[in-house]
């Protein structure tokens, strides 16, 4: 036992890129367990690994976490990316939401026919520009700080970076009407973790191919179409 | 202003409804708005009262909290309904998590095709049976306490409440194989906030029926 947290999880982003993420932030090493086969997934699930036989799950401290936002609440927690108080708290969550909303569309991006791919292309972006981004920008214009909540870094920046450079990849210039943003994301890429988090060869996964689709879709025995939003 | 906390959303369940069950079990007293038209909706957004452009929206402690989970942590923070470490709070999340899935697909339940809802119903009673209730009636059985986390009232034992009721208003004897959730029901239905949130009279709202829905479809038209 390394005493590092361990991650099961396809090798490719789905819900646990945030996840890796914050653990990167926070400047922690973890390992990785890849699920490649539908045997493997079920040996997890006979082995009661998984609470709600569901993946993401992270080993760390003893626990067998399960379920996204938990786990990502709890590393923010140990890792004192979670604000000084209550009401920080609570602003980091409300900011979480809103991105976790944007990036959730992007979600299942990959799953999607051609056809409604375009069309989700189409929606991720105008939600980014139209509810979401424009959110931020105000935030950061209104306190002048570097970070989201309280003058400390913290998970919402953290996830708030995510989702931009995601957004990004569906159209390279989105953020062009957002100043404040375009200042953050040079800022936060700029910190030493989450630089070398987006150095070549770190634990980022890269956009999801057919190959990643492929896999999900045989370890869950997932072959329903997915609808766009 | 009168200090108590104010929750803006449709006269129904939705996603507030978890909101009024977490206020009510900590016995706090709160106010309603209810949207009824699209213009009012509109002046919420333009007054920047949803940060998101949506809602629940609860007013509280001199914050316009919008985004449910965000919420929710917040009272049960507050209220001490959220462990007494990292740990039990880590419990409580997973819980809290597992159980709001499954409510997930109650509160899509109105809003599906007719010819969709028996598969729905279907779908809603499988993942109650095989995934959700086994997993609570084992920590239940396992601990022997009467609440899910560190023998002490918490948010997951609400969440879960809620959620058992939801679900047998869908499915009434969906309860049958689980002997320790049926205590743990009426363990929860005896303590003195939840009795008095399952009176008539309370805040809780009923079933979502069709002029709920009607209203929601209205106020989000585009």
Not at chain 1, 45 to 66: A, H, K, N, T, Y
Not at chain 2, 16 to 25: G, N, T, V
Not at chain 2, 166 to 194: C, D, H, R, W, Y
Not at chain 2, 202 to 214: G, I, L, M, N, T
Request: proline letters at 5%; glycine letters at 6%.
């Amino acid at each position: 036992m390394s005493g590092k947290p361990k991650l099961y999880y396809f090798d490719g982003r789905g819900k646990m890129e945030s996840i890796r993420w914050l653990l990167a932030a926070a400047g922690v090493e973890f390992e990785e367990e890849f699920l490649e086969t539908r045997e493997q997934y079920e040996k997890l699930l006979q082995g009661g690994s998984l609470l709600f036989q569901q993946v993401p799950m992270v080993e760390i401290d003893g626990m067998r976490m399960v379920q996204t936002r938990a786990i990502l609440s709890y590393i923010a927690a140990k890792y004192n990316l979670y604000g000084k108080d209550l009401k920080e708290r609570a602003l980091i969550d409300m900011y979480v939401g809103g991105t976790d909303d944007l990036m959730g569309f992007i979600l299942m991006f990959p799953f999607l026919s051609t056809e409604d791919k375009e069309k989700q292309r189409a929606f991720i972006v105008q939600k980014a520009t139209s509810r979401y981004f424009p959110v931020y920008e105000k935030v950061l214009k209104d306190h002048g700080q570097d970070f989201l909540v309280g003058n400390n870094f913290s998970w919402a920046d953290v996830h708030l970076l995510e989702a931009i450079l995601m957004v990004e990849e569906k159209k390279s210039d989105v953020l062009s009407g957002f100043p404040q943003l375009q200042a953050f994301k040079t800022r936060i890429s700029s910190i030493p973790t989450i630089k070398k988090f987006l150095e070549p060869g770190s634990q980022r996964k890269p956009v999801p191919d057919d190959k990643y689709v492929e896999t999900v879709r045989r370890v869950l025995c997932m072959y329903y179409d997915v609808k766009a939003n | 202003m009168s200090g108590k906390p104010r929750l803006t959303y449709f006269n129904g369940r939705g996603r507030m409804e978890s909101i009024r069950w977490l206020l009510a079990a900590a016995g706090v007293e709160f106010e309603e708005v209810y949207l009824e038209t699209k213009e009012q909706y509109d002046k919420l957004i333009k007054d920047g009262f949803l940060l998101f452009q949506q809602v629940p929206l609860v007013e509280m402690d001199g914050m316009k909290m919008v985004q449910t989970r965000a919420i929710q942590s917040y009272i049960a923070g507050k209220y001490n309904l959220y462990g007494k470490d990292l740990k039990e709070r880590a419990l409580i999340d997973m819980y809290v998590e597992g159980v709001a899935d499954l409510m997930q697909m109650i509160l899509t339940f109105p809003f599906s095709p007719p010819d969709a809802k028996e598969k729905n119903l279907d779908s809603i009673k499988e993942r109650a049976t095989n995934r959700y209730f086994p997993v609570f009636e084992k920590v239940l059985k396992q601990h022997g306490q009467d609440f899910l986390v560190g023998n002490k009232f918490s948010w997951a034992d609400v969440q879960l409440m809620e959620a058992i009721l939801a679900v047998e208003e869908k499915i009434p004897a969906v309860l049958s194989g689980f002997p320790q959730l049926q205590v743990f029901k009426t363990k929860m239905s005896n303590m003195p906030t939840i009795k008095k949130f399952l009176q008539p009279g309370s805040p809780r709202k009923p079933p979502p029926d069709a002029h709920y829905v009607e209203t929601v479809l209205k106020v989000f038209k585009k």
